[in-house]
């Protein structure tokens, strides 16, 4: 039997897998993610990220069948879907979700709407009795399809609209409470295991609930058990425990608490997820407390789902359908991504000294390229802003894990008749060399190309130094197998520092053109005013022997089939019409 429903926004999770979709969210109005008419449906339609079906007034057994698939039973515990009807229907007939084994036969689970015109979240139990026929198949094994029934002969034309529909799985087990004993749920706070006992007067769902016999409204005690998969979860995932809750008024005080809370620890720090909200008592509300992970994998020792309360001295409330949900961090798509780069002549008189000493004052004019955490990903770029950076790192969360301190680098770079000036000065927090070459440490790198649809490495320089070597003398290279193998290093001037106290660290190069004539199919060098060759700058950081942050102004690597981006080379006074000037 069901319970009043409370309208709660849950995020919607999409997983794929060798047993297909477990989700459906409609965000896109050109599809309908698979759900199609099943009877006496007059139309449905993907509309604003919602599934939307008009049903004619009178109608008897109108449904919507869900998508053709193969799901695991016994792995799956329930479903629940965010639904909104139109009309009236409380108490109406009808509605069910029916589920199709693959060996045949059937079963469903009656589910009520008491909120009409408002979002109800339907949870349905899999691990409870099913109806539907006189002798129905219990859900388990090969899952191939769900259908979802509306109530039969309403008077009306109504509208149902569904935002999404999920399965729930097996994050945390005992879910409902059905059958004896608490595993594998185990006490936290105070008092003992006997203060949570199985109610069979007080259900949200199925047979039973959970109660919690208060220990005084001073002392916390609760429930805990870890998440399944829990410690491979990526940092940024969103996990989120939501149940139903049902609290007497005289169970409750003016210091009572309910904080059913995710946990998540790296062995000195806890990260929780906020305190519950309780504005209902005397009824079933269901609720919900999501947290971020903001630790890695590798950090984090503990997950668990806690079921903390504060109530009265013998006092007892009540929960119920208690599950995790989780969704993965998601990676926004960038719009119109790109990352192109000016080169600024000398103006007249100005002069460069490679002597490593790096600065804005020397390099004046240039129009800086900054690298760090917050110029990395999705922000428009500040001379072109028609184009939003995309750089490349080897793990999405290193952004949020890199601060200022330990990477946050400045290019230059500017260009005269006869050389080509790059330079970079970076606030670091460990300079660190791991070798034997030079891309193997804290360095500078670029990548020249005739123009920015060369996409193989036999076409392109990668100029890379390194501030200290292995006997702590600048190190130098540009040709790593398969590249441009004219040796333009030789020919060049470089230098670089190492700030023996803060490991900040600069580097500078000045290559002549002719170094770089006669590799490309058309010789581009030297260049002249509003000229574009191929570029991309890559910024690494090694901490303490490992590569901690990479990044490139390009998708991907740029041997890796991506290309390069633009390098377009212009005097103080140039006017380009496709881009802007600052």
Known sequence: MWRKLVCLMILCLAVSGALGVRAWSFEFNEGMDGWTTGNRIESIEAQDGNLVIQIAANSADP???????????????????????????????????????????????????????????????????????DSPMPWGGEISRIRIDFPDNIPEDYTVEIDWVRFVDDRILQNNFEYPGLQPWELEGQGDINAFTESLDEYFSGVASMGATGLGSDKYHA???????????????????????????????????????????????????????????????????????????????????????????????????????????????????????????????????????VSATEYEGAQVLVMNRDTVRGIADPFFPQFNHNGNLTNLNMIDNTSLEDFNASYYFMWDDEYFYAAVSAQDDNYSFVG????????????????????????????????????GTILAKNDFGGWLTTEIMGQSEFAGKIDADTSD??????????????????DVFPPHTGDEVGFAVLAIDYDNGALEWFSCNNPTFPWESQGVESMFFIEADTNISEWALY
């Open 63 to 133: 449904f919507v069948n869900g998508p053709q698939g193969s799901w695991d039973g016994d792995a799956i515990t329930g479903v629940e879907f965010r639904i909104r009807f139109s009309a009236d229907t409380t108490g109406v007939g009808g509605p069910a979700l029916y589920y199709f084994p693959a060996a045949g036969q059937h079963g469903s689970f009656g589910y009520e709407i008491f909120e009409p015109g408002e979002w109800n979240i339907v949870y349905i139990d899999f691990l409870g009795d099913p109806q539907g026929g």
């Open 505 to 522: 660290w600069m580097v500078e190069i000045k290559i002549p053109w002719s170094a770089m004539q006669g590799d490309f199919a058309n």
């Open 436 to 471: 034997p070459d030079p891309n193997g440490s804290d360095t500078l790198q670029f990548v020249f190309a005739e123009n920015p649809s060369i996409k193989q490495a036999g076409s392109m320089y990668i100029p890379t130094i390194a501030p200290a070597g292995p006997d």
């Open 223 to 357: 429930l805990s058990q870890d998440i399944v998969g829990g410690l491979e979860l990526e940092k940024g995932t969103l996990v989120s425990v939501v149940g139903a809750v049902k609290i007497p008024a005289d169970s409750w005080d003016a210091n009572s608490d309910l904080w059913f809370r995710i946990r998540e620890f790296d062995g000195s720090a806890e990260n929780l997820s906020p305190n519950t909200p309780v504005t209902v008592f005397d009824e079933w509300f269901q609720f919900q407390s999501t947290l971020e992970l903001k630790y890695e994998p590798a950090q984090r020792s503990e997950l668990k789902v806690q079921l903390y309360s504060k109530n009265p001295e013998g006092k007892v409330f009540f929960f119920d359908d208690i599950f995790v949900d989780i969704k993965m961090p998601e990676e926004i798509p960038i719009e119109n991504p790109g990352w192109p780069v000016n080169a600024m002549k000398l103006s007249a008189g100005q002069s460069i000294v490679i002597d490593g000493d």
